[in-house]
């Protein structure tokens, strides 16, 4: 009989939060006279309090579940860490680089833990199929775009065809049971609180690396001359990631909203400190992205979660940070700035106008498009724009429903049960904010962070089947007792 509490639910959780929020401010605290030791102290205690926490809780829970020395969930870890490997960082062989290895051993040990289970027939999972599809379609667009390459091909085929195995795998296994699915939510929260406590220590001690031979942009980066918050702020956070805030804006809405839907369970002042103070500080590192489309994107995420919990008073703690965010920030000014979306958005127009069936190739929308110096053109900033850009028509209709029928699966499942476990309205809400964000930025072309995306989906399509397999259990006991 198992026992011990989910990681989620241990009574040592909430006091592993606190200190690794403590160990946080100990590190901003001698960060700003020191970065090296600031940064030192913080890892330091952060890895004893997270030491702690694996030996008092999550350790034994892995244990009792045999999931300790289980392939699958070391791999559903690498993939969770996935946000932590710098973009662009070492050398880059046809188009891969080392920031793709938790995504190719993640999926190998993935593999692994359901090939010795499940079997290679467990793959066939239909809400997978449409981005195994896009992945082929890829593939096929390469050589109708005439620029058959070897990097072109891993970029296409083969870095949308990891994906759709990956998904597939964290689906087998997100079926097997609630402690898969905790296991998964578990990973993404506790990586993306540690990416969103390393982002704000970087923006209190204004610390940022900035090497175009290694990485580009760790921590954070510099507003341009000509962006209002220009020497107004320090920069804007990017973490470890090495790219466009926008993405890391994107990676918060996960913690975010996971937090929110742990404070809404909350039973005890400790619980609702610890929740609390981690969503207020994963709602900040979001802020001080100073991305739009993110800020927006949160509070879609909330209206779902509220709406699909009821957890109305969700909502008074989620207006005194959208107030918090106005009066004691600058974000306020970044929505006074213009922004080039639609211009872009026609630009991309133009591009599938000319090259509907293949598009451009993977990868090949570059920064100027015409051998006669055609206009500048920077990508379209919508995932979906940039696939049929690149892979042309029948490629964007593959992604949109790759992406929309898994969302809307546990949606729909959601609604029709309000209200609905939290667990399973928080990833609901996470996926409808970033779907709601890829319509302004490409996130689902970014590895280390679309991930967080199809585990969330597979962790849901997860809580659905077995809260399914419940209710059928439950109906056919009723049955069975009514009878005798």
Do not use: C
């Not at 990676?251 to 929110?260: G, V």
Request: hydrophobic share 55%; net charge neutral; aromatic share 12%.
């Amino acid at each position: 009989m198992n026992t011990t509490h989910s990681p989620m639910e241990a009574a040592t959780i909430p006091r592993v939060l606190v200190g690794l929020v403590a160990s946080w401010a100990v590190a901003v605290v001698v960060g700003m006279a020191s970065h090296l030791m600031g940064a030192m102290l913080g890892v330091i205690i952060g890895s004893v309090v997270l030491a702690w926490g694996w030996r008092s809780s999550t350790g034994p829970w892995l244990a009792e579940r045999q999931l300790l020395f289980n392939p699958a969930a070391w791999g559903i870890a690498l993939l969770a860490f996935s946000p932590f490997m710098p973009a662009r960082i070492g050398p880059s062989v046809a188009g891969l680089s080392i920031d793709d290895a938790p995504l190719l051993v993640g999926s190998a040990l993935l593999a692994l833990g359901v090939m010795r289970v499940e079997g290679l027939s467990a793959l066939r999972q239909p809400l997978a199929l449409p981005l195994g599809l896009f992945a082929l379609w890829n593939g096929v667009a390469v050589f109708l775009s005439d620029s058959v390459t070897v990097a072109s091909l891993l970029r296409g085929v083969g870095r949308w065809g990891l994906f759709a195995v990956a998904f597939a795998l964290l689906i087998v296994v997100a079926r097997r049971g609630r402690d898969w699915v905790t296991l998964m939510v578990g990973a993404m929260f506790l990586f993306g609180l540690l990416q969103a406590l390393f982002g704000l220590w970087s923006y209190a001690v204004d610390w940022i690396l900035l090497d175009p031979n290694v990485a580009r942009n760790i921590g954070m980066e510099r507003f341009r001359w000509y962006q209002v918050l220009f020497d107004v702020v320090p920069g804007r956070i990017t973490g470890t990631l090495g790219v466009s805030s926008n993405f890391y804006g994107a990676l918060m809405l996960f913690p975010l909203l996971l937090s929110a839907a742990f404070l809404v369970r909350a039973k005890v002042w400790s619980e609702w400190i610890a929740y609390g103070a981690v969503m207020a500080l994963t709602w900040f590192a979001l802020v001080f992205s100073y991305t739009r489309a993110s800020m927006a994107a949160a509070v879609i995420g909330f209206v779902f979660l509220i709406f699909l919990s009821r957890g109305y008073r969700l909502a008074g703690v989620a207006v005194v940070l959208v107030v918090a965010a106005v009066v004691f920030t600058p974000a306020l000014d970044r929505f006074d700035e213009g922004n080039d979306r639609f211009n872009l958005a026609f630009n991309a127009f133009d591009v599938i106008g000319d090259n509907p069936l293949g598009g451009l190739g993977p990868g090949e929308f570059s920064e100027e498009l015409g051998e006669d110096g055609g206009r500048a053109i920077a990508t379209p900033h919508n995932s979906y724009l940039l696939a049929a850009a690149e892979t042309g028509l029948i490629g964007g209709g593959l992604l949109f429903l790759a992406t929309v029928l898994p969302a809307a699966h546990v949606a729909i499942a959601a609604f029709r049960r309000r209200p609905v476990e939290l667990t399973l309205g928080a990833l609901v809400a996470v996926m409808a904010a970033y779907g709601a964000q890829t319509l302004s930025n490409n996130l689902f072309h970014i590895p280390t962070v679309a991930i967080y995306f199809w585990m969330a989906a597979a962790a849901g399509i997860g809580l659905v089947a077995v809260d399914r397999s419940t209710h059928d259990e439950e109906t056919r006991s009723a049955t069975l007792e009514e009878a005798a």
